[in-house]
């Protein structure tokens, strides 16, 4: 089963620096059906403004992952690391038993970015960060498993939750295939582009959940980039 929640559906917050759109509520965005889905608790499709971030925050209990469509994001927190994301790359904090750190777009032009934040299956750990880059062009084929908690995904960045954050980039007319196993659900969204899911068109950054589905045919009806959590 395919629920699209359109763009336009979403809950919006526009703080000028900071323009935000909550496919879950969040904030002061709320809505009970859309609270999470299984243990993805957070999505968010965010412009940081040029020169704009967020300030040094704490966090406790929570993987975050977030996923660079356009521009860069500085990171910096508690722990002493620092690092620089890029467009195509992807960084994961696990926020453990507590973690402060800052978001910075510390460049001339805003960046786009999802923040993904998965509920983890143990608390009380200490907290941890790490970013890898993923270049879109050396991905290959179909989906690439980017970050994960699952056994088998030992290349991926590890997260500590069952789940796994996996991503595409198709060009118009190419297909991809993922499977499910059962019982798991998924959430997808089109960064850019337009595609076909089973059937169902969703334009760039419409939100798809998926659930009771073993196999999802994705066909890019343009060029088009597509962002995959496969959650309990």
Do not use: C
């Not at 521009?71 to 927190?77: F, N």
């Amino acid at each position: 089963m395919l629920q699209l929640r359109p763009f336009d559906s979403l809950g919006h917050a526009n703080h000028g620096w900071l323009d935000a759109h909550h496919h879950f509520s969040f904030a002061e965005y709320y809505d009970p059906a859309r609270m999470h889905w299984g243990n993805l608790r957070v999505w968010n499709d965010d412009l940081i403004a040029a020169g704009s971030g967020f300030p040094a925050h704490p966090h406790r209990d929570m993987e975050i992952i977030t996923y660079v469509r356009e521009g860069a994001i500085s990171h910096e927190d508690s722990l002493g690391n620092k690092g620089r994301t890029e467009a195509g790359d992807v960084q994961v904090m696990s926020a453990g038993t507590g973690i402060v750190h800052s978001e910075w777009n510390s460049e001339p032009v805003d960046v786009r970015l999802f923040q993904i934040w998965i509920m983890p299956d143990r608390r009380g750990e200490a907290p941890s960060w790490g970013t890898r880059p993923f270049p879109k062009g050396e991905r290959g084929e179909g989906f690439v498993t980017l970050a994960s908690g699952r056994d088998g995904d030992e290349q991926a960045l590890r997260i500590r939750a069952d789940a796994r954050l996996a991503a595409a980039t198709l060009r118009a007319g190419e297909s991809a295939r993922y499977s499910f196993e059962e019982g798991r659900r998924g959430y997808l969204v089109p960064a850019r582009g337009v595609i076909e899911v089973n059937g169902l068109r969703a334009n760039a950054r419409d939100g798809v959940a998926i659930e009771q589905e073993s196999v999802l045919q994705v066909t890019a009806l343009e060029d088009s980039e597509i962002v995959l959590v496969d959650v309990a």
